[in-house]
């Protein structure tokens, strides 16, 4: 369930989560610049993602009330049939954890959200999806995007860990078009990546520090 806590003394409940998602769905929310009609009294929506074994989406929910403003399905597809039509692993490498990161391209927010096998750009005011790249070789992303330089870092997940370098500007499929640079050996699957100034710090899952030029 979702619990919101006001400035008085007496917890307030939000209700329960949108959805039920079984086995393992987990993120933290992330705060959404105010809908058009919000801006006078200057609330706000936040974003959560449920990602789950059987059910993947995104969803922005009133901060007063805990009501749905908006609700988007990941358009990502899985190809994880067995022949009996059920996901391999039971949908296992459908979860993802992470928590979405919004930053300001040209004046215009887009919440950069991680699942699993991909990463999404979404409107943050109205949930429309701008633009995706599908990793299937990654599931079970983890980390909060960083942002810095342009960019947009991505530590994809687990199976072929890798960091993505994504230009936020592109609409669509922009894997061919707006990866910037990709960095596998060594990268981590689960630990946050951290950017200061130029460079970009990391711990892999084996406890191995390195440092990237983030440019490049």
């Known amino acids: ?23 393992g769905q987990t993120a933290e929310p992330a705060a959404a610049p105010a809908r058009p009609q919000q801006r006078l009294d200057g609330s706000h929506d936040f974003s ?79 949930g429309v999806e701008i633009w995706r790249v599908v990793e299937r070789g990654s599931h079970s992303g983890s980390t909060r995007p960083v942002a810095g330089h342009g960019l947009v870092f991505v530590p994809m997940g687990f199976d072929a860990a890798q960091l993505l370098a994504i230009r936020p ?8 078009s707006h990866v910037a640079w990709r960095f596998g050996k060594g990268a981590p699957s689960k630990p946050s990546i951290l950017l200061v100034g130029d460079l970009i710090f990391m711990v892999n899952d084996g406890g191995i520090v390195a440092a990237l030029e983030a440019k490049s």
């Open 1 to 23: 369930g979702l619990l919101g806590e006001p400035e008085r003394p007496e917890e307030r409940h939000l209700g329960p989560a949108p959805e039920a998602v079984p086995r």
């Open 48 to 126: 959560m993602h449920f990602d789950g074994s059987d059910r993947q989406y995104v969803v922005a929910l009133d901060k007063h009330t805990g009501k749905t403003v908006w609700r988007t399905p990941r358009s990502v597809d899985f190809q994880d049939l067995n022949p009996d039509g059920k996901p391999r692993a039971d949908g296992d490498f459908r979860k993802a954890f992470a928590t979405p990161h919004i930053v300001t391209v040209d004046g215009r927010a887009i919440m950069v959200s991680l699942g699993s096998k991909g990463v999404y750009g979404y409107d943050p005011r109205t």
């Open 169 to 176: 500007d592109g609409k669509g499929d922009v894997a061919a």
